[in-house]
């Protein structure tokens, strides 16, 4: 993280490269949360304060890197943001890599909320300094502020004047495109763009509210005074579990209605965890403008785009699963054990969000463990991965078949499908904790 935010990598405008055959595009902005979790685990591990140093001067590179996405990514200056391919490659039904041939822009469901979960993350780091160093107590503020501001843009109805990207009838997050007469037409594509904003969510502790009166006093100006913001995002003059405050771009009814969706067997739930599009475009194929309809594809890429060996329409990727994962414990934290969701969609059992997450978990899991005749769901392509020479051999794909778990393209992606071993880890503190 020191590397790629130091002179060599980092623009002095901010921002970071995105990949070796071309710096200029852009990636998901992750690497504050990366930040923010190395300085949580390593904090863990000394049994101390933390590294404040580590955090305080990747801190300010975040800084940086948040103050480049606000001046080149948010093109009508409404906190919407576009993006590009943001790591998702074949996602769209049109390559939102490329101008689109109106000369208009698509408004992305994905870029608007990965900048509001950069906002509370970066909220969340300054939380932090602040508490051993109170200059950052106005900071937090102000990232607050912008997270506020970035879900009052994005909850707004999508095809209105007010240019939101939320459909009240399908209960949906679209990406919207915005023509150059000032016209907004969602694409009405059923995918995990419309899932990510559940990943924008911050649980606050009560302890931490009265060590640091000044954002505290600041948050309930805002709500006192711009109901507007507080009317649109989850419930932090509520308070929850043990007097937690709870900040989300979802209130309780729109959280519900993308949960709905996303344990919906028919849609993103697979038995391997959930998938990159929903499953209703398996029989309902989508088509915006001149191009090609787009339909559910579980495994390798059928069509062509962005070199074709990466596919999102479909399989089951882990970094977005994990991510999901880590959200629905937060929203656990704020709501306890007593609010309940139905889980799978249609199946009549309800249980609270922990309990979901930790199913998702589970289905990960799966993929690497072994069945009743020896196989690896995971492994299934190659029969001799069940023999004795092989079975301990695990390779990690790159993604997953999005109904039978197989593994689909590369197979040493350590990178981010090595995520299974921390779900492993906690399944194992888990167990420890209950026994």
Excluded at 195 to 213: G, N, Q, S, T, Y
Aim: proline share 6%; charged share 25%; glycine share 8%.
């Amino acid at each position: 993280l020191r590397l790629l935010t130091s002179e060599r990598f980092m623009h002095p405008n901010g921002q970071l490269p995105a990949y070796e055959w071309n710096f200029n595009d852009v990636n998901p902005p992750v690497h504050a949360w990366a930040v923010w979790r190395v300085f949580q685990m390593d904090r863990k591990t000394r049994g101390d304060v933390g590294d404040l140093g580590f955090l305080e001067e990747l801190f300010h590179k975040m800084m940086l890197n948040f103050q480049w996405w606000v001046n080149r990514k948010d093109a009508e200056g409404r906190n919407i943001f576009q993006g590009g391919f943001l790591g998702l490659d074949n996602i769209g039904v049109v390559d939102r890599s490329q101008p689109f041939p109106n000369g208009g822009m698509i408004n992305q469901s994905d870029g608007t909320s990965w900048m509001a979960f950069y906002s509370l993350t970066l909220m969340r780091m300054a939380l932090e300094l602040a508490l051993h160093n109170p200059v950052y107590e106005s900071i937090a503020c102000k990232f607050a502020e912008h997270f506020l501001l970035i879900a009052r843009a994005m909850t707004r109805v999508a095809n209105n004047a007010e240019h939101g990207l939320w459909d009240p009838t399908d209960e949906f997050y679209y990406d919207v495109l915005a023509n150059p007469d000032g016209t907004r037409e969602p694409i009405k594509l059923r995918s995990i763009v419309g899932l990510i904003p559940l990943f924008a969510v911050e649980v606050l502790e009560p302890d931490m509210l009265r060590r640091l009166p000044r954002f505290a006093g600041q948050m309930q100006w805002l709500f006192d005074n711009r109901p507007d913001l507080a009317s649109l995002v989850s419930r932090f003059e509520e308070p929850g579990r043990g007097e937690r405050r709870l900040l989300s771009l979802l209130r309780g009814y729109r959280m519900r209605a993308l949960l709905k969706r996303m344990l919906d067997p028919a849609e993103f739930l697979s038995d391997y965890g959930i998938r990159g599009l929903s499953k209703y475009h398996d029989k309902n194929p989508y088509a915006f403008g001149d191009g090609p309809p787009l339909q559910y594809d579980p495994a390798e890429a059928t069509t062509i785009i962005m070199g074709g060996n990466s596919n999102w329409r479909g399989p089951v990727w882990f970094p977005i699963n994990y991510l999901l994962i880590e959200s629905l414990q937060k929203f656990h934290q704020y709501y306890g054990d007593e609010y309940l969701i139905e889980f799978p969609t249609g199946s009549g059992q309800k249980m609270n969000i922990l309990k979901i997450a930790d199913q998702l978990s589970e289905r990960l899991i799966h993929i690497f463990e072994r069945d009743k005749d020896g196989y690896r769901p995971g492994m299934n392509l190659h029969p001799k991965m069940k023999e004795d020479h092989f079975h301990e051999n695990i390779l990690f794909y790159e993604y997953f078949h999005g109904d039978t778990g197989r593994g689909v393209g590369s197979s040493h992606q350590t990178g981010w499908t090595g995520l299974v071993a921390k779900l492993i880890q906690a399944r194992g503190q888990e167990d420890a904790h209950e026994s």
